[in-house]
């Protein structure tokens, strides 16, 4: 499903800086887009380490098929290294990459897992134009979904001031606080506040933080929010409104403001075709003898990557010979338990998976209580395949044509298919086509309510929320959806849980423990959680490109 690299349409570089630099200017804090840039860039290339060729003979295991594995092994086979990636999914390649097709053709499909790509995020648009992947815009011109909350509907063109206000006990002050400069006070303020430099810490891993900054990573979104002297009411308002941040109340206030920082939410894009299309890419380049991407590297000199599924490592044990790491794992194929002996590791599974791993001897007493404790919350995503898009009828309102609707309503999201902004030249996009709903994406205690609910009365109870948000009548659906599937992270047996979230003051304890090597610099650790872009693809791309360096940086030294 890729599209020629001749014929891929995506924002340049230029055009991407171009609009993180309009959106922060719009901010006041047009000072930050240096830092933004340097920061979500990709690491260097890894032949900057080591010397193609160099690895020739070295094996190296990845724990982890999801993109911080994919993008290890991608770099390390630049090198010469025989790189063997044990996947523990059997049936579908990407980790927290899961595109859903509706039907055999591949023509109906929506995302389960990761789907969203900001203009900020470097890294991810460093290997989205390496692979030649297109891309389409998910942002509306015009939003005029819906919002939710205390029981009353309105759209987000109409005034929160004049409909929600007076449903919730606000001060005189927050009750003539306009909504837009309200939500900044919430999660702008401070940040503003802060000098440029230290505000990039936000985005750092680092020893040591500033004093400034840890008093933002210190507390909990309540906790800050109730120390800006915001009222009980004023906070409920906002977690209704803003019903992700809602079902995040407890988390430190730090994973709130990172979004905010590099502008998560402005000029966002997907991949076309689903985002598995990019594990994909990666696993096609491992199949080719000398893919293109490796442009002035010599086949002689460049090494293997072989994707094993349903291995699941077990075991992770530091050999007393010549510092070897030896991986013990089930082989689904012949339900087997087997052992491999590595050079080097990239451990890429998330710390709530890697808590079922047998290590010896322990990592570091930090790192080990990192992996007991380091947050991770649950997400629900159900997806309706409907006979017809609905939503895009024409009312006084407009048609509804991608973004989302916001509720305080268990399903707290639904997602609309942003594809017919864009049809084809020569073609027809009616609302009578078929279409993929997000009906409900959740996250948190909603997730697992949501989620844990029997299948039957789980979708009976979405599809009456949805007719309940979008004012139909009961029933409506009924002849509108004509299959659904439902995916509860927690429950997935390689996941445990849907991304990682720290609690207040972890990242200061814990983040740069987790990504310190271990056994004597032989095992290196990747992911979105080991990054400060948690549960975005940036973060496990960056985070496995760096574990690549990092492991040609030691055999250099050691060789």
Request: glycine fraction near 8%.
């Amino acid at each position: 499903m890729n599209v020629p690299l001749n014929q891929v349409i995506n924002p340049t570089d230029e055009q991407r800086h171009e609009m993180l630099r309009s959106s922060l200017q719009e901010e006041g804090r047009l000072v930050d887009y240096e830092y933004i840039i340097r920061l979500l860039g990709p690491p260097l290339d890894i032949t900057n380490y080591e010397s193609p060729g160099t690895m020739q003979g070295v094996k190296v295991g990845v724990i982890g098929g999801g993109l911080g594995g994919l993008s290890a092994a991608f770099e390390l086979r630049k090198l010469g290294a025989d790189v063997t990636i044990m996947d523990a999914n059997k049936d579908r390649v990407g980790g927290k990459v899961y595109t859903y097709y509706f039907g055999q053709d591949g023509r109906y499909y929506n995302e389960f897992g990761a789907h969203r790509i900001p203009v900020s995020h470097e890294t991810t648009w460093h290997y989205i134009n390496l692979f030649g992947l297109n891309t389409y815009p998910l942002s509306v011109p015009r939003r005029n979904n819906f919002i939710y909350a205390h029981n009353t509907r309105l759209r987000t063109t109409d005034s929160i001031e004049q409909i929600l206000y007076p449903l919730y006990e606000l001060s005189i002050l927050e009750r003539n606080t306009p909504w837009g400069e309200l939500n900044k006070y919430a999660f702008i303020h401070l940040v503003k506040q802060l000098p440029p430099r230290v505000r990039s810490e936000i985005i750092q891993i680092l020893p040591e933080y500033s004093v400034e900054y840890l008093t933002l990573a210190s507390h909990s979104v309540r906790q800050t929010l109730e120390n800006l002297g915001l009222t009980q009411g004023a906070i409920s308002l906002i977690a209704s409104v803003d019903s992700g941040t809602g079902a995040l109340l407890n988390i430190s206030y730090d994973e709130i403001i990172h979004e905010e920082y590099t502008l998560d939410y402005r000029n966002i894009y997907t991949i076309e075709g689903g985002v598995v299309n990019l594990p994909y890419a990666f696993i096609q380049s491992f199949l080719d003898e000398y893919p293109v991407q490796y442009k002035n590297i010599p086949s002689s000199q460049i090494g293997t990557v072989t994707y094993n599924f349903g291995q699941t490592v077990t075991g992770i044990f530091q050999s007393q010979y010549r510092n070897k790491v030896m991986l013990r794992y089930h082989d689904a194929a012949d339900s087997s338990e087997k052992t491999d002996v590595f050079d080097y590791v990239v451990c890429a599974i998330p710390y709530s998976t890697l808590r079922e791993v047998e290590i010896k001897p322990y990592f570091s007493n930090i790192k080990m209580q990192a992996i007991a404790e380091f947050n991770y919350v649950d997400s629900q995503k159900t997806l309706f395949m409907c006979n017809n898009r609905f939503w895009e009828q024409d009312t006084d309102y407009g048609r509804i044509d991608g973004g989302f609707s916001s509720t305080d309503l268990p399903i707290q999201y639904i997602f609309y298919p942003r594809e017919h902004m864009s049809c084809p030249e020569g073609t027809s996009c009616t609302p009578n086509d078929p279409g993929v709903l997000v009906a409900s994406y959740n996250f948190h205690l909603n997730a697992t309510r949501v989620g844990n609910m029997e299948e039957a009365f789980r979708y009976e109870f979405i599809k009456k929320s949805v007719e309940e948000v979008h004012g139909l009548p009961k029933g409506f659906l009924d002849s509108i959806v004509e299959d659904h599937k439902t995916v509860v992270w927690n429950n997935e047996p390689n996941a445990r849980g849907a991304f990682a979230q720290a609690l207040a003051g972890q990242k200061k304890l814990f983040a740069y423990e987790m990504l310190k090597p271990e056994f004597n610099s032989r095992v290196y650790f990747a992911g979105d959680h080991v990054s400060t872009k948690h549960a975005w693809m940036q973060g496990a791309l960056q985070t496995g490109k760096s574990a690549a360096n990092q492991v040609a940086s030691h055999f250099h030294n050691h060789n």
